[in-house]
């Protein structure tokens, strides 16, 4: 158990809807970061947040955006969903750069 | 843009033998990182390789840095069934994206 919690962990909704995943950080953890794990498309880094700030950002679509709270939980907004972005969604944590933490993901089904 | 090939992409081995995956990458990058992924579960980091030359070690398992290659090695020491997984590497890109490898399934048979 890495400490990282991902919720929920498995949904399923229609293509055009909106969804929102949830990640809450290891206690300590000021970095939050969101990956996208598909047949098609693998593994891709989708955003990095820090204290509530972006601080890093990958091949995240328009459709989707994210954002870090005060307590340091992070959501992923999903909208307009295509049977494309059916994927495994990520969110690890760190404190330290170099060691990431992973939680055990949101698998997102979009029919 | 940066791109990152790992291979090979299916490893079958047999316990006790020795095998390196290889990561090339196409940009420069201070930081590479190896992960790890059972079937059906999240990622596990690995490594970090920071630096030309680096090597580290840990159990089976030992990966290494040539920055002037922009290669990075992940060798595998003497296999046993539980290193059968997925292995990732990624390297750190100029504007801090991160690269993914397409992955390594190693599978491990006694």
């Known amino acids: 158990d890495s400490g990282v919690t991902q919720t929920p962990k498995h949904l399923i909704t229609a293509t055009g809807q909106r969804v929102t995943l949830r990640c809450s950080p290891r206690?300590?953890?000021?970095?939050v970061y969101w990956y996208q794990q598909s047949l098609d498309q693998g593994l891709q880094f989708l955003i990095q947040?820090?204290?509530?700030?972006?601080?890093a950002k990958g091949n995240i679509l328009e459709r989707f955006s994210a954002q870090q709270f005060p307590d340091l939980h992070s959501e992923l907004n999903l909208s307009s969903l295509e049977l494309g972005d059916s994927a495994l969604y990520f969110c690890?944590?760190?404190?330290?750069?170099?060691?990431?933490?992973f939680g055990p993901g949101t698998r997102l089904t979009v029919l | 843009e940066l791109k990152v090939e790992q291979n090979p992409l299916f490893l079958s081995m047999q316990e006790g033998k020795n095998y390196t995956i290889y990561c090339n990458y196409s940009?420069?990058?201070?930081?590479l990182y190896w992960y790890r992924q059972d079937p059906g579960k999240s990622l596990e980091s690995l490594f970090v390789?920071?630096?030309?030359?680096a090597v580290k070690q840990e159990g089976r398992l030992m990966a290494s840095l040539d920055t002037k290659a922009r290669l990075s090695t992940l060798h595998i020491t003497a296999a046993v069934h539980d290193l059968s997984a997925t292995y990732f590497c990624?390297?750190?890109?100029?504007?801090?994206?991160?690269?993914f490898g397409a992955g390594t399934r190693l599978t491990v048979k006694p």
């Open positions: 940009t420069t990058s201070d930081r």
């Open positions: 390789l920071l630096s030309n030359g």
């Open positions: 947040y820090y204290n509530g700030e972006e601080r």
């Open positions: 990624a390297v750190d890109g100029f504007i801090n994206d991160m690269r």
């Open positions: 690890a944590s760190s404190v330290d750069p170099n060691e990431q933490f």
């Open positions: 206690s300590g953890d000021l970095s």
